[in-house]
């Protein structure tokens, strides 16, 4: 339910007058974006039309934790390319390494592994806990490749994922939980290749009743979930919520896979390391790369040598696992770099304190508007939600969107010098952000509700 505090008149004028200030001060991405008449939907990838202010702003240049357009406006950029940008927009380390494959040793596609790879596998391992690790370009892909390893192994047909959980373009994700309690495919699914009540299995997120009889049916061959759901708003698990899942899981022969993609905020090892999780697989991408496209899964030693042993898997060529680019030169380069130099466990501590800063400090201004709203905050991670309490499942948190009151605060704060990420009201920390950025966003933000709530 929207909260219900709001003008929504004065909401919807305050919107328009931003909106307008917004195309005044972005001539530039707005004549770039009626130019686009080749792309489908003015856009490189049909997502970058989710723009609060009406059309996108266009990048001129990115470096840490600050992004300029081509109007010439700086940002403190808190989305951070939704996690891929995690490490700062082209971390000098991470410059130098792609610079080195690139051009002066060369070779950006090959058919022959490097070094870096078996360094990158080794440092994943150390973070994360599981021995045996393999690449793709996204983490869509790495939930795609896992999915089929496992039914592989399991000679199970169906994947259970949590209600409005987001795992990529996965076919099987796209199920949510109805108004009736019933499964269904999600809202607005894209050409479906089945009906996805056949192919996977749903349970809400902290419902461990709800997994157990899921699980029940026998037919379950793994549990995709993120620790903490990222993007529905951030939904936290409940005290034993994570170990049960483990204990059913194992009790049903069901594989677990913890996609940690995004949940990699919560510390160097991710939500696995920092609270001490022990899945059969994980997958992972976008920020490890520092920029550059990787995805990777690693899988425990007894799945790798179950799989290895079945020789009549096609893992080598064409049996639906793999791409000719996965693990290539420069992502590998790239990868190494960004675990070494980058995202490095001091690097966290650092954002981690950050983030607490931005938590606290919106907290704060949500309590002197005396706002029914929340913070939760997942290590660099924080985001605001219009309900209190937080919501405690995927679909209880869907139903708290609110599209209206996002669209103006996302569009005041552009139009001040601060980038949420599009999707919901996520703000991410980089190694380079700062205490000081964190101000502007609170300032502003105070500002937003002043004028909303008069
Ligand atoms: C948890 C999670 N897994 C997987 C993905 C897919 O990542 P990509 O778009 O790089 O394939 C995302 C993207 O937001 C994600 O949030």
Known sequence: MPTDSIDRSRLRVLTERERAAFADRHPRSAAAYARADHLFGRVPMTWMNKSAAGFPVYLDRARGARLTDIDGQEYVDFCLGDTAAMAGHSPAPVVAAVTR???????????????????????LSRRFGLPAWSFALTATDANRWAIRLLRAVTGRSRILVNSYCYHGSVDESLIVVGPDGRPRSREGNVGAPGDV??????????????????????????????????NIGIVLPEPGYLAGVRALTREHGTYLVNDETHTFSAGPGGATAAWSLDPDVITIGKAIGGGIPVGAYGLSAALAERLTGRTDLDLIDMGGVGGTLAGNPVSMAATRATLAEVLTDAAFTGMIEVATAFADGVRKIIADHALPWSVAQLGARVEYRFTSPAPRTGTASAATADAGLEDFLHTYLMNRGVLLTPFHNMALMCPQTTTGDVDRHHEVFAAALGELLG
Do not use: C, I, K, Y
């Open 101 to 123: 494959r690139l051009a002066d040793l060369g070779g950006a596609s090959t058919m022959v592994p490097t070094e870096d790879a078996a360094l990158v596998g080794a440092e």
């Open 197 to 230: 009540t056949l192919t996977s299995r749903v349970a809400e997120f902290n419902d461990l009743a709800g997994l157990a009889r899921e699980l029940a049916h026998g037919d379950v061959a793994a549990v995709l979930m993120e620790p903490a759901l990222t």
